[in-house]
């Protein structure tokens, strides 16, 4: 009884750590973009250079590119949207999202696109002020975030569907999504 126990305890403990193949093309698939274009719509004009760089950095962090040519380019198209996600009785807004969306392309050598015209989108909300410079600098921090975490999920959703076209997400803007999903099967 007590040898199925800890086997029941060990099984469980394997099978709750996330375990991943030391051996993976990831990092080879991510040092082989480029980013070529970066739109930023409607962003600040004083902070567009700032989350240039800051999204270079996080979409470059953790891999030792040691690759002189990358053969695919990626254009990404960046728009932030505010809207109030909770109004008080008095007209006031309390609590607002910030909305940050990006529509991206990946494209080989030839400039035929691999990914094409696909769209992420994040959100976070924050609490409303009465000073306008306290809601500037937490809007900030939160853009801040946006940017770090659409990093991070941009270079996972690329590397997916180059790896495995057959999962790669539809576009949105491409059709139904069920009869899209009803194709795959």
């Not at 193949?21 to 980013?35: D, F, N, S, W």
């Not at 970066?38 to 590119?65: D, K």
């Not at 990358?70 to 007209?91: H, K, N, S, V």
């Not at 809601?135 to 959703?157: C, D, P, W, Y």
């Amino acid at each position: 009884m007590r040898k199925y126990h800890i086997l029941l305890i060990s099984a469980f403990l394997v099978s709750s750590c996330t375990i991943r193949p030391l051996a993976t093309h990831e990092k080879e698939v991510g040092c082989q973009i480029k980013i070529t274009k970066m739109n930023y719509g409607e962003i600040n004009n004083n902070q567009t250079a700032y989350l240039q760089r800051f999204f270079t950095q996080e979409w470059e962090r953790n891999q030792s590119c040691s690759y002189s040519n990358q053969p695919y380019t990626m254009e990404l198209d960046f728009t932030t949207q505010i809207r109030p996600a909770f109004i008080q009785g008095d007209t006031t807004v309390a609590r607002s999202d910030m909305i940050l969306t990006i529509r991206y392309t990946v494209r080989d050598e030839s400039g035929q696109p691999i990914i094409d015209h696909q769209k992420l989108m994040l959100i976070d909300s924050y609490d409303n002020t009465e000073s306008h410079y306290s809601n500037f600098i937490v809007e900030r921090g939160i853009s801040n975030n946006l940017v770090r975490n659409a990093a991070k999920e941009l270079r996972l959703a690329v590397i997916t569907s180059m790896l495995h076209p057959d999962y790669a997400e539809p576009s949105a803007d491409s059709g139904n999504y069920a009869e899209q999903l009803g194709a795959r099967q």
